[in-house]
């Protein structure tokens, strides 16, 4: 399961000799003699990499880490197989041990060969990031249908069948007695009233289901979708969860087809979401509470282990050093008389130091960074 336990197992994989960290966005490939683009450009930054373990000094550590690729190539091989499942796949293979991690997800992950003494996991963070847990409630007429969205796969978990032909509904609907058409009339407006009414309660009996599974299934936000007055009314039965009504009428097909046609609600959801946790920050930092704003006061209390969730703008990059106590620090403000060890890739670091202390983590989308810019893309919220 990709959750935050997946995520410190890799960071949690530390190899001095060097972990190889794979990402690889996979598509068809069309002619079979061919290598597509994306393998191409895969196998071009594992050259890079030989090329610069080629070159160290150090005999026994270079020949160890060639070996090594060389060891990895089946593993590519099958990485980059068209017919293996997922659109972003990767692999992880710490250098002094026989352990590989692979995961693939139905989301791009972008391509990325990478040899550090860690796991490298901000791709991974970053496309999680763009289609965290969501739960779906498609609203109609006949029922409601529940679909649990994460990661590129949409799954129907539950649905709830309203049957409006009861007994009592056909002694109403059945051939009206002589009378004038105002009897008719109110008859069927009576009729209406008590489907409405009866609808309604449907919709607040299906509601603990939802919130129910709010938690159990890690949801981050809420969608209803359907006609406006049945997610109205299914709102105000959720209350006080707060999901957001998507007030369009979809076809009842797969559960994928369903969420394709909301996928730009989706994405306007998550920048609403990372944009209030953003502005959250800024106003309690400026408040004097709990939070900070920029790299040098995020990485004061990330080396005090005092985040509790770590703001990172998904376009950020920052560069710092690592002292000899491990404290991290921006390239600019390093303690004077402390010797560190250069860290080009500072917001790797950042948030593997924070997945380390069991903090969570928000990649968060440039729509939605605007607040973060004045403070170089980057600030925590902090249990204490």
Sequence with gaps: MHDDGFLRELVAMKDEMGVVSLYVTAGPRVDPGIRPAWEIRLRDELAAIRAQVSAWPERIRRFTVLEHLDALEPEIDRLVDPSEPGIGRALFAPVCSEEIQRTSLQIPFGTYAVLEST??????????????????????????????????????????????????????????????????????????????????????????????????????????????????????????????????????????????????????????????????????????????????????????????????????????????????????????????TDEPDLGERMIERALESRAEVTIVHAHAAGALAPYGGVGALLRW
Aim: charged share 30%; aromatic share 4%.
């Design 119 to 340: 796991a490298y996991v901000r791709p991974m963070l970053t496309a999680m990031a763009t289609s965290a847990p969501a739960g779906v409630a498609v609203v109609r007429r006949d029922g409601v249908r529940l679909i649990d969205y994460r990661y590129g796969k949409a799954e129907e978990v539950h649905r709830s069948a309203y049957d409006l032909d009861s007994d009592d509904w056909r002694e109403m609907r059945g051939p009206a007695r002589a009378g004038t058409d105002q009897r008719s009339s109110v008859h069927r407006d009576l009729f209406r009233r008590r489907a409405e009414e009866n609808l309604v309660r449907h919709l607040y009996a299906i509601a603990p289901e939802i919130t129910g599974r709010v938690d159990a299934l890690g949801w981050e936000d809420v969608l209803l979708v359907g006609d406006p007055r049945l997610t109205s009314a299914l709102a105000g039965a959720l209350r006080p969860l707060d999901p957001v009504r998507v007030d369009k009428v979809v076809p009842d097909g797969p559960a994928a087809d369903v969420v394709n046609r909301i996928v730009e609600e989706l994405v306007t959801v998550r920048v609403r979401r990372d944009a209030e946790l953003v502005q959250r920050a800024v106003d309690t930092t400026l408040s004097g509470g709990r939070a900070v704003l920029g790299a040098a006061q995020t990485l004061a209390v990330l080396n005090e282990g005092r985040v509790g969730r770590l703001l990172v703008d998904e376009n950020g990059h920052w560069h710092g050093g690592r002292g000899p106590d491990g404290f991290l620090y921006p390239a600019d403000q390093v303690p004077q008389g402390v010797v560190t």
